[in-house]
């Protein structure tokens, strides 16, 4: 069994930035995709970023690439999401992912519980 635990959310001004976390417990295989993804209010869960435990294979969806940096720390088990440049767009509640998974999309069987992200503009 995985358990994920996202903090660093908060408020935060357009243009400003953030830096997400993802605490990983249990046992996590080097293959192992951990995704970052976002759900604002009325609107459909979405992909923002994933990262592979051990080859360092990065996804960003077009909407926060040169923006977003997904990177991970092996012994300390967590994953990071920095965001810069936040819009008003961005604000979500921002969700980890991890498993076994054959594009960065979907198929994760692990969630975190969420953290919000606002934008103030």
């Known amino acids: 069994q995985v358990q994920l635990v996202e903090s660093g959310g908060g408020l935060v001004q357009a243009g400003g930035s953030l830096r997400l976390s993802c605490a990983a417990s249990?046992?996590?295989?080097?293959?192992?995709?951990m995704g970052w993804f976002r759900q604002a209010p009325g609107k459909e869960r979405e992909v923002v970023a994933a990262?592979?435990?051990?080859?360092?294979?990065?996804y960003y969806a077009d909407s926060v690439k040169g923006r977003f940096t997904v990177s991970r720390d092996n012994a300390k088990k967590t994953v990071y999401l920095q965001m810069n440049s936040l819009k008003p767009e961005d604000a979500a509640v921002y969700y980890c992912?991890?498993?076994?998974?054959?594009?960065?999309?979907?198929?994760?069987?692990?969630w975190g519980q969420g953290t919000q992200v606002t934008v103030s503009s």
């Open positions: 992912a991890a498993g076994l998974v054959a594009d960065a999309k979907s198929g994760y069987p692990y």
């Open positions: 249990g046992f996590i295989l080097t293959s192992y995709t």
């Open positions: 990262v592979t435990w051990g080859g360092g294979w990065r």
